[in-house]
Each structure stands twice: as C-alpha cells, then as structure tokens.
C-alpha cells in the first residue's frame, strides 16, 4: 500500500481534491476532522483536566481552548502530548481498514505536513496550489477572514513556492474540477509505480 500525504496552504482547493481523490475510491484520512472527533469525544475529559474550563457539555471548546494555548508554547506542547497518541491511534485504525479492504493507495490530508515533518512518514507528497490571487479571493470570500488574520496564517505556512519544490506531485487548482481529476488519475496511476519511501 502506498501512503501520499496531501497538503496545501489555506485556499488552495485541498478540502476539494481531498474529496476528490476519496471520489476516485481512494480512502482519505483527514487529520483536521480527526482532531474534531477527539475534541468532541475521547480526548475532552484529558483536555478539561490539563486545561479547566475549556470544555462545554463534555466537548472542548476550540475558541476556549484556542486562547487559552495560542501563546503559551509550553501549553501547546502540553495539547499535544494528549492529542498526538489518539491521533496516531485514530491513524493506525485508518491503515489497518485500508489495509483490510486491499486499498492500493491512500491519502493522508495533514495540512502542516512540512511543519510537523510528516513527509518521512509517507511514499510521496502532493502539494494542491494555485495563484496568490486566488488564493486571497477564495479564502476572503468565505467571509470569516479579513486580510491581516489571512496574512498571519500565510505567514506560519510553509511558503508554497517551497512546497511546490518539495512536492512529488502539485496539483493545481487554477483551472476548476475536470483538470483536477485528471491530474488525480495520473497521480494514482504513477505512485504505484514508486518505490516505498516512508521511514
């Protein structure tokens, strides 16, 4: 079985080829929604423990949460330390289903891959990207953004001019569904073909 790690900066269209790629068949872990499940389940009577009041109705918070860490990196690591075992628990179970069900391929959507060095964890990195333009008209006219709060995300993001060059494959979204399909078929087409690179 081969593992791609998908990624891509805020706006880029990867919620879309992740959705597209689990639209060829191939079965997607989205990192992002795991996390949600914790928060909302397992991972909350850990987080009101080492955080107090960060839960509501027995789920965390994120707002709550978000300030009570966002400036405290001790706190941060300390999150993690709670979060990153279930995620790979969560992760582990996602495999052994795929595994199971004989999956030649699938993805992993981690949005920081670079930033969490989650590239030596699998067999080839795509990276979905388009113009700057783009980009800022996407993400703006989702209206739950302004410019300054959108330049502070970009700002943490691993530039995509670095990602691109770091990728296996980009996927470019510049140009609507159908040109992202057929790059998705060639992708799928061509991995099985790569050697297994993860550590």
């Keep these: 079985m081969r593992i791609l790690g998908l990624t891509g900066s805020i706006g880029m269209g990867k919620s879309t080829t992740a959705k597209l790629f689990a639209e060829a068949g191939v079965p997607v872990y989205d990192a992002d929604a795991a996390v949600h499940q914790l928060y909302e389940g397992e991972a909350a009577p850990a987080i009101e423990a080492a955080f107090p009041g960060t839960t509501v109705n027995g789920k965390v918070d994120r707002p709550k949460l978000s300030a009570r860490?966002?400036?405290?990196?001790?706190?941060?690591?300390?999150?993690?330390?709670?979060?990153?075992?279930?995620?790979?628990a969560s992760r582990q179970k996602f495999f052994a289903e795929a595994e199971a069900a004989e999956a030649p391929v699938v993805v992993l959507d981690i949005p920081l891959l670079f930033e969490t060095g989650g590239e030596t964890r699998v067999d080839a990195v795509v990276v979905v990207s388009t113009s700057p333009e783009l980009q800022r008209e996407r993400v703006l006219a989702r209206g739950t953004m302004d410019e300054a709060k959108l330049d502070a995300i970009i700002a943490k993001q691993t530039p995509d001019a670095e990602k691109r060059k770091r990728a296996d494959f980009v996927v470019d979204t510049s140009h609507g569904l159908e040109p992202v399909r057929a790059q998705i078929a060639h992708i799928l087409a061509e991995v099985v073909k790569m050697p297994q690179r993860r550590a």
Excluded at 75 to 87: C, N, W
């Design 69 to 88: 860490v966002v400036h405290d990196p001790a706190a941060i690591k300390q999150l993690e330390q709670i979060v990153h075992p279930m995620l790979g």
